[in-house]
């Protein structure tokens, strides 16, 4: 017996429909950064820069916090909380500094920004 | 402490940190950033996260959990192996690699309904299903599945009777659940090949069954 019901029938319950997004087969990846995260996360893990509990319960922790502060989520902010939980966890194993890292930014930022359009953004050689 | 050298030439309002004012995104800047302190330091190789990437936005996905299902379906020692001990029954697939954490298979029946959730991080069974869907991530799917399975699969059309139990996995770091949903009727005789192609990525989180397409067929 399986069961079917008419699609219809359910989409009166609005409710229930309203706050869950719903997808069919959308990309995985909104933007080439989320797929970049994603990977980093998997290949740290894989060096044994950090357990995947320890993976877990960081990205745990960047979940509940940013639920806590009245962001809601519909599943498209994930990956943010995961580079959250990246920046995190290098930075609790003293890899990858939090100072070092916003210097890096900056430093992106203004390749990206002296990059003419199109061009891949390249940091000069120091 | 970060130096701000550089000027904000589209500064306007304060807004330092508004995406329209960098080429970059945000999230983009600081992945760049991560990754390129990453591979100085030898952690990481850009090539191998363009590997990691490809494998899953394209080699893996639902389709290796189809193949165990479908499996499970047609060889009945192959489906108690993947009840008692899923992550070997899998390893059977030499094609799918683990990740860190083990699998638990549970088995839909006509009295009971398994529903699939990470209620913590959205932790998921990549290798056999690929990455998450966005409303497996999302905080209502997160937060209804583990208080009210039966209003969450009923938005997904599942309008379960009450005489039928609803069981609710919550993954974890070290354990990770599919389903193997009930096979349906009039599929008797199909090849594991045509059984396959009709398991849902849907089905295998629970929130789906597996239905042949009306009208088509033999």
């Excluded at chain 1, 890899?95 to 390249?122: K, Y």
Aim: aromatic fraction near 6%; include cysteine; charged fraction near 25%.
């Amino acid at each position: 017996m399986t069961i079917s019901c008419p699609p219809d029938a359910n989409l009166a319950d609005l409710d229930a429909l309203s706050a869950l997004p719903r997808d069919d087969a959308g990309p995985v990846f909104r933007a080439p950064w989320e797929a970049q995260a994603f990977a980093m996360a998997l290949e740290l893990h894989r060096r044994g820069v950090f357990s995947w509990p320890e993976w877990a319960a960081t990205l745990a922790a960047e979940i509940a916090q940013a639920r806590s502060t009245g962001e809601a989520d519909d599943g498209s902010r994930y990956y943010e909380r995961w580079l959250a939980a990246l920046e995190t966890l290098v930075a609790r194993k003293q890899v990858v500094g939090t100072a070092d890292l916003s210097r890096r930014v900056d430093e992106w930022d203004v390749a990206a920004r002296a990059t003419p359009h199109g061009r891949p953004v390249v940091l000069p050689r120091r | 402490m970060s130096e701000h050298t550089h000027p904000h030439p589209h500064d306007h309002d304060g807004d330092h940190d508004n995406a329209h004012d960098r080429p970059l995104s945000g999230p983009a800047l600081r992945v760049k950033a991560l990754e390129s302190l990453l591979a100085e330091k030898g952690l990481i190789d850009p090539k191998t996260l363009d590997e990691i990437v490809d494998t899953y936005e394209h080699r893996v996905g639902p389709r290796n959990g189809a193949r165990i299902v479908a499996r499970a379906w047609t060889d009945p020692a192959y489906r108690q192996r993947l009840l008692a001990n899923a992550t070997e029954a899998i390893a059977e697939f030499g094609f799918i690699e683990p990740h860190a954490e083990d699998m638990v298979a549970v088995e839909n029946t006509p009295q009971v309904r398994n529903l699939v959730v990470c209620s913590l991080c959205s932790c998921y069974p990549w290798p056999v299903l690929g990455l998450p869907p966005a409303w497996f991530k999302s905080d209502a799917y997160r937060a209804r599945a583990v208080i009210d399975p039966r209003g969450v699969l009923k938005a997904f059309g599942q309008d379960v009777p009450e005489d039928i139990e609803v069981r609710v996995w919550d993954s974890t770091a070290e354990m990770r659940y599919m389903v193997v949903p009930e096979r349906p009727a009039g599929t008797e005789g199909w090849s594991e090949e045509r059984l396959a192609a009709i398991v849902t990525r849907d089905s295998m989180v629970g929130v789906g069954t597996v239905a042949v397409a009306t009208g088509g067929g033999a």
